[in-house]
């Protein structure tokens, strides 16, 4: 399976964009970048995905470079409680051979949001 | 509409115990899965199931069974538990698999003593 890196951690001010990051240089073209997002004591929620064109969603935007090896989840004006585990996630389309939907979880970024 | 529930919340158990953690969806979904994340990490997949009568096995089956009876049931049984099964449980479920989107429920906290 194609991995992803993110950072650790970020901070972000209330009311502030956030950007946060994800690589995935080794993505196929059957990849879809999905992103989850973990809030304290809670089970992971979806936010977005998207294939090769930007997304836009009510909870968040994806970009996705042009050679796909990387995308940005983008939070416009965020909130405390935004404040959550952030996942980037690539799914392979059952076309690619898992026909059950796995999703596999790094550890993902740590957004603090400060007030 | 109450999406993925899970019972209990919260549990002790001594080693070699068993118990039942309880899994229902009323979203009328195929897909089940069961995940267990430990730690300060992500999670990691248990079983699964695509329908009624059908289950597999995700990356860390060791030490679990699971059953699917109906559509809205899918429990996981931990039939010798151990300390190394300490962790949150998640059940979630999807109506279809690969990019559909997958629901979960509030987790199983559990603690092996």
């Known amino acids: 399976d194609a991995k992803t890196t993110q950072p650790n951690s970020m901070e972000s001010n209330e009311e502030e964009p956030v950007h946060l990051p994800c690589n995935h240089s080794t993505i196929s073209g059957t990849d879809y970048i999905h992103w989850y997002r973990q809030l304290p004591s809670q089970g992971p929620e979806y936010v977005i995905h998207?294939?090769?064109s930007n997304v836009n969603n009510r909870m968040a935007s994806l970009a996705i470079a042009e050679d796909r090896k990387s995308s940005t989840l983008i939070l416009h004006r965020a909130t405390l409680r935004d404040a959550a585990v952030y996942y980037c996630?690539?799914?392979?389309?059952?076309?690619?051979?898992?026909?059950?939907?796995?999703?596999?979880f790094g550890q993902g970024t740590i957004l603090t949001v400060h007030p | 509409n109450a999406g993925v529930t899970q019972t209990p919340k919260f549990r002790i158990l001594k080693i070699g115990q068993s118990m039942t953690l309880q899994c229902t969806q009323d979203m009328n979904h195929n897909y089940m899965y069961w995940y267990r994340q430990d730690p300060g990490m992500g999670l990691k997949l248990i079983y699964y199931?695509?329908?009624?009568?059908?289950?597999d096995k995700g990356e860390v089956p060791n030490g679990y069974n699971v059953s699917r009876s109906t559509t809205e049931d899918f429990p996981l049984r931990l039939e010798l538990a151990a300390p190394s099964q300490t962790s949150v449980y998640f059940c979630?479920?999807?109506?279809?698999?690969?990019?559909?989107?997958?629901?979960f429920g509030p987790g199983t906290r559990l603690l092996v003593l």
């Open positions: 199931s695509v329908g009624a009568g059908i289950t």
């Open positions: 998207g294939l090769t």
């Open positions: 979630a479920s999807s109506y279809g698999p690969a990019m559909e989107t997958q629901y």
């Open positions: 996630i690539l799914r392979v389309f059952p076309g690619g051979g898992t026909s059950y939907g796995k999703l596999t």
